[in-house]
């Protein structure tokens, strides 16, 4: 039995910066799912003893490496109790991605809600009998989804829908959860999400401090009580500027978020940055060219380098024009996304 799917990469609005136990988030998170850098897994099912191993796992056409497996491992054995039913055989993986990893994405998010979406359709036909259609699921297929992405990579939990989610409890809102994701695509106008990304790569090389560390540094920090508000607050603030069209709001409250992240990156004990001087110069850029031509675009920031600028496909061909050059001249490379729905059905 076969299962191949794909999912896209994510980018946040409202950050998700600290966890508890089991990837539980400190803080609600808003993304905007991208379309084009993706992750593709297939996923089969074979009569084999699994003694020696649930699964053997390959990425770009090679068995994963040690490291890769280990952390794999991980999300397998947390896996365990949420399955309906137990794996009556080896669980063989195969995953590639569409972009490269200079492409300055971060591919985990991609990687995890591919592997949940595939893991999770093949325990459905297990239960249901091996249908062939993998088209008919329902809300509770999607949050299960969710759940085992969260259970790899925190922000894995937000790339299975799209173009618009969230993840974390909100104060005051029933329909949020530090489960899963809720995909809030209903409540914005379909106009106001047509986001377009151009992620600059300006620095492609390893992290010189984790996601995961820089999660577990939040647990003491001096901030901690009031990013978590601030992050209470923004989610709104950016929900609203979404419903509004308010293009202004919604760049102050973005950037704010990215700005935020990386200020608690360099508050924590011990410190880091992440950011290079050529991010800070392709922001002042951005800046003065939104002041020039009084157009509705922002920017921001994941765990790394890469300048990630958002504008509504509307004055894409403008923008673009100008990141080219921008890129040109800065000697950079680009890579250009826009929002999507997540995870999709791939041919076997
Ligand atoms: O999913 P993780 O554990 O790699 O954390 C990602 C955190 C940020 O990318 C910095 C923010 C976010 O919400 O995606």
Known sequence: ???????????????????????????????????KARTFVQAELVEEDNKNGP?????????????????FLQAWLSWDSLWPTKWPGKVLLSTHNNFPHSAGIASSAASYAAMAAALWDLQRRLKHGDVNSSADWVLADYQMASELARLGSGSAARSIQGPLVSWGEVE?????????????KD?????????KDAVLLIDAGEKSVSSAKGHALMEGHIYRDARIKQAQNNWFATLNALKQGDWQKFAEVVEEEAMSLHALMMTSRPSFVLTHPKT??????????????????????????????????????????????????MRLTTHFDEVGDGIRVEAH
């Open 172 to 184: 005051g809102r029933i329909n949020s959860s530090n489960r899963f994701a809720h995909c809030l």
């Open 55 to 71: 699964f053997e796992l390959h990425f770009q056409g090679q068995r994963a490496s040690e490291k890769f497996q280990q952390k």
């Open 280 to 329: 800070w110069l392709a922001i002042e850029e951005v800046k003065s060219f939104r002041k020039v031509h009084q157009l509705p675009l922002t920017f921001t920031l994941d765990a790394g380098p890469n300048l990630h600028i958002l504008y509504p496909a509307t004055v894409a061909i403008q923008v673009e024009r100008w990141i080219h050059d921008l890129t040109r001249e």
């Open 187 to 195: 409540e914005v106008a379909a106009e106001n999400l047509q986001w």
């Open 1 to 35: 039995m076969k299962s191949a799917w794909s999912a896209p990469a994510n980018i946040a609005l409202v950050k998700y910066w600290g966890k508890t136990q089991g990837q539980i988030p400190m803080n609600p998170s808003l993304s905007l799912t991208l379309n």
